[in-house]
């Protein structure tokens, strides 16, 4: 609990947020939950870059907005200034800054030669903390690497990694926890030119082989086994498994995370051993777009495509996102829960890159309590978490009040990704979190390992929208007939292109799927798959995946705001909706909820959930049909599996629209395969 002294502080927090509530209404017309101090505002890294573009360029801009404008309309002058203002540590220098741009095929910095890992210890503090590993409750403890420590076991393991034949081009695979190991294993294996991949041990070892087999690793990293929900889980069998199917594999360090013998493994190395000695960390000079990492998409569908970041490109969006957006500097601490298999790991990395401290996690965010972030978050004097809005939903509806159950004083920004955050958790971050923590909502995808629209510390945050477009996104709403609009539904596309899309899908030789996911909807312009709006202010609202649009009569709805309404339910844990067009031209929107403990789904129930809809949707956006389910499905990576049931329920083959080794709960995919096969054996009575 907290002292007398920050109860006091919280309620003057609390206060604060109140009047910064007027002051947003009052100076745009739109109630904020959160409104930026003039101190922040003043010391905030945007603001810096905004005087320096003034001092250094002639560039003067007014706000935010017109320097983002500026920012989409001249990419180059933008990330040109952009690499003078984070001084790139650049082995040599680039002839211009893009040669033009056409997507696919924008070619950046030609010329330029450099290395992530020679910016990542660019401003290193020695003595000071670069990386926090913890674990739940009965897993490894907490350990910390300052600085130089990390800087050693680069240079140690880019060391072991050489000695084992690893050089420009090759693969190194991890099959890892969150851990500090990770952190390391992938700045060796950068620092040598060698281009990494990682998946997490959640992951089953098919599904790993699926994702890491592609890339013909040279070298695999691994762990005997990770810990989550109060419980290890012995990994050495999948290990084993990942070896006997990726033949190309020559060498194997194991590290000892639960302490098991790995003697059966042999022959392999120890991370003991990978990581001893004092070999002076030498990294490779590389092109703008050498390949720094494999990132995956999730493979519900489909095997899972292996999406390819430069080392440049990464580096700059990064510093970026990290300096600009995050407002993270050296001092900072910066926690984002999750896993080596999602992109938002590779986004906690990159606070190094701004000489911040991170913070490594291996376990559950709900064990042994809800509230396990919130505690991990306080006693490591976290500045900036991150985590999902499904946790901070749990947490609401647990009642929990973190700002009075934990010392949340140094908290200043809570990043949200994942999926929609609906506006009462906005409400309830700054009623029991802090009115003083900025919600930095934002959304992007592992296609850019970034986010196109996401928060400043300069702007209000308003309920339910993502405040601002980012930096250098040419970002837009455009009409079926590729016309850009404000203040209505649109997809989401990008006009111009940004220097962390990607180099290439890997075993893509032509670029005809990397095309395909892209550009095959508007030729020359990004397409992301999104349904937004972006209002005259410049804020996006995301309503969900176009291509899961709900579509009664022609009119398109999104589904992320039947969850918003249903989801606030106490007797509701979580739903599913899906529109199902059927062959004859009948349509079917069923509505799947997993129902609180000891909650029956009975009429009043229903009328509920229909009322609430009706009221703070519209009535079209009731369903035909409202169904009891276990759970609801999701991708590895947390996202609600909408086309691939649809798919199922339009009679498609279990085998072509889902893969159930990408799916979170197996068990739980299988109910709908069984329901949608029953009902499609019965279609007069069901459509």
Partial sequence: MLSNDATLLGSAARQAVSVGRRVASESDGSPSTWYPTCERTENANVEVFRRWLRSNRGLDFDDYTALQRWSATDIAQFWGASWAYFDIAAASPYDRVLVDETMPGAQWFPGATLNYVDQVFRHRRPESIAIIDESEPGGAGRRTLTWAELERQVGAVADTLRQAGVGHGDRVVGYLPNIAEAVVAFLATASLSAIWASC????????????????????????????YGGKAHDRREAIDYLRTHIPSVDATIVISRLGLDSAALAPITSWADASTGDAALETTPVAFDHPLWVLFSSGTSERPKGIVHGHGGVLLEHLKSMSFHLDLSP?????????????????QVAGLLVGATIVCYDGSPGFPTTDTL?????????????????????????????ATEHDLRALQTLGVTGSVLPPDSYRWVADDVGAHV?????TGGTDVVSAFATAVPTVPVQAGEIPVISLGAALESWSEDGHPVVGVVGEMVLTKPMPSMPVQFWNDPDGKRYRDAYFDTYPGVWRHG???????RGS???HGRSDSTLNRNGVRMGSSDIYQAVEKLPEVRESLVVGVEYPDGTYWMPLFVALADDTILDDHLIRTICDTIRREASPRHVPDEILAAPAVPHTRTGKKLEIPIKRLFQGAEVDTVVDPQAADDAAVLQWYIDLAAQRNRTPEDTH
């Avoid at 900025?438 to 934002?442: E, G, K, P, Y």
């Fill in 200 to 227: 997490g041990q959640d992951y089953s070892a098919p599904a790993a082989v699926d994702r890491l087999g592609q890339l013909e690793p040279k070298v695999l990293i691994a762990a005997d086994g990770y810990h």
């Fill in 331 to 347: 001092g900072d601490t910066y926690f984002w829960y999750t896993s080596p298999s999602w992109m938002m790991w590779n986004f």
């Fill in 374 to 402: 919130w505690a991990l978050a306080a006693r490591n004097e976290v500045t900036h978490l991150g985590t999902s809005p499904g946790y901070l939903q749990a947490c609401e509806k647990g009642k929990h009040s973190p």
């Fill in 438 to 442: 900025q919600v930095a909502s934002m």
């Fill in 530 to 536: 999104d349904w937004i709006t972006v209002s005259d």
């Fill in 540 to 542: 996006v609202v995301v």
